[in-house]
């Protein structure tokens, strides 16, 4: 795309966003090799020591055969790391052992790339994509991004949410975030310009969608606490380790806004001062599922208690139009104190007269707590329009899938008003009443027991 003209014009936003939402396949906008557009993905962010170099490879490169087992449309070029290029998926030159490849790259004090995808062009938004890389642990989480198609999701729900607990349960990640991005498949080393423009212009039309850039997000400030020097005293030599620098733009400060499914682990938990049983207290709504994943002992989880893995009803971009998402207000008034608001959203420094719109400082800050209470994102005036419940839903005749999970009611019946999950058929109450229609509630509360 040219940097001087505007990547989408005004007129064509609308029909973007809108077919975006319709389908469950993947809209693209953008030059010949370079499409991008909306679709769902997972992230991994492990932390770990030098000595865990080629144990987390090992686990990457078991996940990542198990990943491709899973996709329904193959990679069509695959990375080669020690050439650095990306060669087609039969090509003969690419390595057998990706163990051995793993640890010529640590013998080298290199990271550890892994990446594919189903696409001709690194460039372009995958339907499937995986992107590993292993690092020493030093400055930077080890991450795996998996790019999954939508449409395959809809069709194998329970099959891919019991994959990603067996990968949380084996990666013991320090952070996981899945939901909807504009698909950046984690390649971008250096940076996606395209990427960045899209999703600001997303921002203003959905709440559902995430911003997830490893190579910009991936810094920890582990190196730098206090009882680190009691395991790693050769990050600390030199300096007062009663010292802690926490750079506020990486994760390494906090937990992302959750959009649809993340990870609180024991260490973000105990900042937060919370038990267990207290999250999920915070937290109950039969449209949230929390799944309790074992964790080792270690420096960071000194007591061994359990990560939760959080669902936050379905996958959803969360139309603006739609009204503020209650789920991601609830899990956002949870994690706001250990919340990163900082966080960098951009993937390359803004320019003078860059026609584009791209994040700012400011923008950014109010992206990252649009789910609070006190947020007027996108603007005051959209934001009242659309308040949470203001939206009136189509009314549904019985016999029909439930368009949306929430609470609903029918004039047919006294007391009827009951919960429905997506894609639910909405029955008949029988009587004298003549038809059945179903009808959005305006309490959306769980009753208490």
């Known amino acids: 795309m040219s940097t001087s003209e505007l990547f989408l014009q005004p007129e064509e936003i609308i029909p973007f966003i809108n077919d975006s939402q319709a389908t469950d396949s993947l809209e693209v906008i953008g030059d010949e090799g370079r499409e991008i557009g909306l679709c769902p993905y997972i992230t991994f962010y492990v932390y770990h020591q030098k000595s865990d170099y080629l144990p987390v490879a090992d686990k990457?490169?078991?996940?990542?055969?198990?990943?491709?087992?899973?996709?329904d449309e193959p990679f069509q070029i695959v990375w080669k790391d020690d050439t650095q290029d990306w060669l087609p998926a039969n090509d003969p030159r690419l390595p057998t052992d990706l163990h051995q490849e793993a640890k010529d790259r640590q013998d080298n004090l290199q990271s550890f790339w892994l990446m594919a995808t189903d696409q001709d062009s690194d460039?372009?938004?995958?339907?499937?994509?995986?992107?590993?890389?292993?690092?020493?642990?030093?400055?930077?989480?080890?991450?795996?991004?998996?790019?999954?198609r939508h449409k395959w999701y809809n069709q194998n729900r329970a099959r891919w949410q019991?994959?990603?607990?067996?990968?949380?349960?084996?990666?013991?990640?320090?952070?996981?975030?899945?939901?909807?991005?504009v698909g950046?498949?984690?390649?971008?080393?250096?940076?996606?310009?395209?990427?960045?423009?899209?999703?600001?212009?997303?921002?203003?039309?959905v709440y559902g969608m995430d911003i997830d850039h490893t190579s910009t997000m991936a810094f920890h400030s582990f190196r730098y606490h206090r009882d680190d020097a009691q395991f790693e005293p050769e990050l600390v030599e030199g300096r007062d380790p009663s010292v802690k620098y926490?750079?506020?733009?990486?994760?390494?400060?906090?937990?992302?806004?959750?959009t649809w499914c993340f990870l609180l682990t024991p260490y973000w938990r105990a900042k937060l001062g919370k038990s267990e049983a207290e999250v999920r207290a915070e937290l109950d709504d039969p449209r949230i599922e929390i799944t309790a994943?074992?964790?080792?002992?270690?420096?960071?989880?000194?007591?061994?208690?359990?990560?939760?893995?959080?669902?936050?009803?379905?996958?959803?971009?969360?139309?603006?139009?739609?009204?503020?998402?209650?789920?991601?207000?609830?899990?956002?008034?949870?994690?706001?104190?250990?919340?990163?608001?900082?966080?960098?959203?951009?993937?390359?420094?803004?320019?003078?007269?860059?026609?584009?719109?791209?994040?700012?400082?400011e923008s950014s800050l109010r992206w990252m707590r649009r789910f609070d209470e006190d947020s007027d994102w996108p603007n005051a005036e959209?934001?009242?329009?659309?308040?949470?419940?203001?939206?009136k839903r189509p009314n549904i005749l019985a016999g029909n899938p439930c368009p949306e999970a929430g609470w609903w009611f029918t004039p047919a019946q006294a007391n009827s008003r009951r919960y429905f999950k997506q894609g639910e058929v909405m029955p008949s109450v029988g009587g004298d009443y003549g038809l059945t229609f179903w009808q959005w509630s305006p309490d959306q509360s769980t009753p208490k027991l």
């Open 60 to 71: 990457i490169i078991a996940i990542s055969k198990e990943f491709e087992a899973l996709i």
């Open 293 to 361: 994943i074992p964790f080792a002992v270690g420096p960071h989880n000194p007591n061994g208690g359990p990560a939760l893995w959080i669902r936050l009803g379905e996958l959803d971009l969360h139309p603006v139009k739609n009204g503020v998402p209650d789920l991601q207000v609830k899990a956002n008034r949870l994690i706001r104190p250990v919340r990163c608001d900082d966080l960098m959203l951009l993937t390359l420094d803004p320019w003078d007269d860059d026609p584009n719109p791209r994040f700012d400082y």
């Open 184 to 205: 950046n498949g984690g390649f971008n080393i250096l940076g996606a310009y395209e990427c960045d423009v899209l999703e600001r212009i997303c921002a203003d039309y």
């Open 123 to 148: 460039a372009t938004t995958a339907r499937w994509a995986i992107c590993a890389k292993v690092d020493d642990g030093v400055m930077r989480y080890t991450s795996l991004k998996l790019t999954f």
């Open 246 to 258: 926490v750079n506020p733009s990486n994760l390494g400060a906090g937990l992302r806004t959750p």
């Open 382 to 391: 959209i934001r009242a329009k659309y308040a949470l419940g203001y939206v």
């Open 162 to 181: 019991a994959f990603v607990k067996d990968c949380i349960a084996r990666l013991q990640p320090e952070h996981c975030y899945s939901g909807f991005e």
